[in-house]
């Protein structure tokens, strides 16, 4: 089978579950070597699970420990990952998380944890990937473009939601995040894109699937009727790393059985 990112180097930003792992897997398949970046030393263990997985299967890669809202900490893994590999092609901002609550309940701490991990995670990872993409310009035995960066964003930076307004506050910054960076950088040959998943099944949202009375609920969410898989994810970044995808810029796919189809408005309005 031809292996469209054969050996490319891609770093996958919270990796250890979730999305992240299910892109790390996807990536590794299609011939990556993966960095399986995950937060914090309580993450270790699940990384390197992660990474057995992939080494099962015959894939390559190493974990990397780094929170990625520290500037230190992700010039660090950077560097780690290019001495250890010479460089970087392919960088999949996707570490984010949710504290969510009512609005007026709502404390800084919360504020700044979800801005911290999801949107200035993803500058301080972007900046270090786009420094070596400049540095490195267009190898075209790599790939057509100097480098590759997917966003994980969410339907969330256009549907509004109400009890998590950091959350969507983070992801319509990542919009206009990605979009800037990629009219920035297109005539450098460096390619940006987001990924916008709808409900996907991990434990970031385990209480909208975990019951059958929720998955009903959230089901009436979808037009599709079906929830999502990481692999469903995956298989959008493989296309957004590989050359397939060579005149794509500055895009948010939306990746969500429909949700941003205001299914309301099936049999109403
Ligand atoms: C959130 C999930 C949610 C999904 C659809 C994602 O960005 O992290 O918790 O299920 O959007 O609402």
Known sequence: MEKKLQDQVAIVTGASSGIGAGVAKSLAAAGATVVINHPVAATKSAAEAVLAEIT????????????????????KMFADVISAYGTVDILVNNAGLQKDSPFENMTLDQWNFVLGVNLT??????????????????DPKRSMAAGKIIHMSSVHEVIPWAGHANYAASKGGVMLLMKSLAQEFAWKKIRINSICPGAIQTPINRQAWDTPEALKSLLTLIPYQRIGEPEDIGKAAVWLAS???????????????????????TTNG
């Open 243 to 265: 050359d397939d995808s060579d005149y794509v810029n500055g895009t948010s796919l939306f990746v969500d059985g429909g949700m941003t189809l205001y299914p309301g408005f």
């Open 56 to 75: 099962a299967e015959g894939g390559k890669g190493m974990t990397a420990q780094c929170d990625v809202s520290k500037e230190a900490d992700v010039q």
């Open 121 to 138: 995670g993803q500058f301080l990872c972007a900046r270090e990937a786009i420094r070596e993409f400049l540095r490195r310009g267009v």
